[in-house]
């Protein structure tokens, strides 16, 4: 009786066809309660057959964590926070949290005892709206670095009714700053978007299909492609590129990659590995490029669209341009744009159009366009005023493109001089643990001067070198 009811827990709790039935109630009866039959001091034992097919495969889907919520916990500090958010009472014995909140409020849970979201690939979530809104609720699951406070984002929607949210994990942004890693989550929470009443039942992750962890996969972007049927992908070395442009030569593509990497390592000798693979996606046509950007962001519940002026877009370190041969094989945005996902993906900091991220992406493009530059910095300098001044271009925000020209001079400043690379090396990891390329707060420890010193460095070797 025993042994034949077990093998048939582990089954249902792997079995890929179960996913997809949804049968949430179902798994918990199955796996996780105890049964009341379930004899107290049994001693069968079972043969090493038996018990070694009950080890769980590594290719089935397989529940990792799940947190079951009931009216009768106590929800309390520090494994629970709430922020702007009420418990309301409810029934003694009910299954699920009921909860209201303000827009922005937030509930953290914090698992006493390990967290895999590392090893996960989805997160299923069981709640309901409360009340009859005629507009969809809106809130987003958050997985929380809570050392540096960078959160895992996925939106979605509650329409009223029971729900079985599921999440695919490798479509969780991040903002600008500091890329929070999974490996570092310790936390789960919500936030309210809207103002929204809720029951929230249980939240589960899930492994699946021998993919572990919650990286995009090529496949992730290969299929967000207009037509996935023409995509081919290359690799070599750090980067993958993968293209649906006939007419594009890979070889000479990954060859200027393979440059850019060697000449940047040249530069900052201690950069990190990339966090995986670093993609470059190549489309035949801008409108592929567009429409990709749609379908992409999509999946992540948002919508990032590239401005009409930019002619790449690199976002969550995925490097994206289209295709054309103007400029010879190798476009130089190709290169421009997979520097910003090399330096993304290997220190971890999300800092596309600061002045750091542009300068030095810009100097790598013109090493291919061999473009010169030196007229438009002699005019630049000429016309410098006070919204040329540097402590607002080195702040680390994004910056206007008519600041490209002083943000790449001022990268050309910095590579020039052997002590300022060394100076640079070492300043990117503390600019990367801060989450933004601020140079302010790490100036003088760095570079040895403050700003205004450094600025009048900066400025006299711009005029010897390109004033006249
Ligand atoms: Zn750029």
């Known amino acids: 009786m025993v042994r034949e009811r077990r093998a048939i827990t582990l089954s249902s709790v792997r079995g890929p066809a179960f996913l997809r039935a949804g049968a949430m109630v179902a798994v918990v009866a199955a796996g996780f309660g105890t049964p009341a039959d379930d004899p107290p001091a049994a001693t069968w034992t079972p ?50 949290l009921r909860l209201e909140g303000e ?53 979605f929607e509650l329409h009223g009714g029971p729900e079985r949210i599921e999440i695919a994990l490798q479509y969780l942004r991040y903002d600008r700053g500091r890329v929070p890693t999974t490996q570092r989550v310790t936390s789960w929470g919500l936030r309210f978007v809207d103002r929204a009443a809720i ?42 590129l993968v293209t649906d442009a006939p007419n594009l ?40 490029y567009r429409a990709f950007w749609e379908n992409f962001s999509g999946r992540f519940g948002t919508r990032v669209v590239p401005r009409q002026e930019d002619e790449g877009f690199t976002w969550q370190g995925v490097a994206t341009a289209w295709f054309s041969d103007r400029y010879g094989p190798v476009r130089p945005t190709y290169v421009h744009e997979a520097h910003h996902a090399l330096l993304e993906r290997a220190y971890g900091l999300a800092a596309q159009r ?19 530059l030196a007229s438009v910095y002699r005019r630049g300098l000429r016309r410098a005023d006070k919204t040329s001044a540097l402590p607002e271009l080195l702040d680390g925000r994004s910056i206007r493109t008519d600041r490209y020209w002083q ?15 060394a100076a640079l090396d070492s300043a990117l990891f503390e600019m990367a643990q801060r989450g933004s390329t601020d140079v302010r707060p790490v100036v003088r420890r760095h570079f040895g001067r403050d700003l205004d010193a450094f600025g009048v460095e900066f400025w006299s070797w711009a005029w010897t070198t390109y004033g006249s």
Not at 407 to 421: G, I, K, N, S, W
Request: aromatic content about 8%.
């Open 47 to 96: 043969s090493v057959t038996d018990w070694a097919n009950t080890a769980p495969s590594d290719t089935a889907p397989l529940l990792l964590y799940r947190r079951e919520l009931a009216s009768d916990e106590s929800f309390a500090a520090p494994w629970v926070q709430l922020a702007g958010a009420t418990i309301l009472p409810q029934e003694h014995g009910m299954r699920g």
């Open 103 to 155: 827009a922005g409020a937030t509930i953290r849970f914090r698992p006493a005892d390990g967290f895999p979201v590392a090893l996960a690939r989805r997160a299923v979530l069981e709640m309901r709206a409360i009340g009859s809104e005629t507009t969809p609720i809106r809130v987003e699951l958050e997985l929380v670095d809570e050392a540096t406070g960078g959160r895992l984002v996925a939106p």
């Open 199 to 240: 029951e929230l039942v249980s939240f589960e992750l899930w492994r699946e299909d021998g993919i572990a962890g919650t990286e995009l996969t090529v496949d992730d972007l290969r299929s967000a492609f207009p037509d996935p049927e023409r995509v081919r992908v290359y690799e070599r070395g750090a980067f993958v």
């Open 249 to 288: 030569d890979p070889d000479r593509v990954l060859g200027s990659l393979a440059t850019m990497h060697a000449r940047t390592r040249e530069l900052l000798p201690h950069m990190p590995e990339p966090r995986g693979p670093v993609p470059l996606l190549v489309f035949a046509t801008e409108r592929e």
């Open 354 to 372: 600061s002045w750091l991220f542009e300068g030095l992406a810009n100097l790598e493009q013109l090493e291919i366009s061999k473009q010169e």
């Open 407 to 421: 943000a790449t001079m001022f990268a050309e400043f910095l590579v020039a001089d052997p002590r300022r690379r």
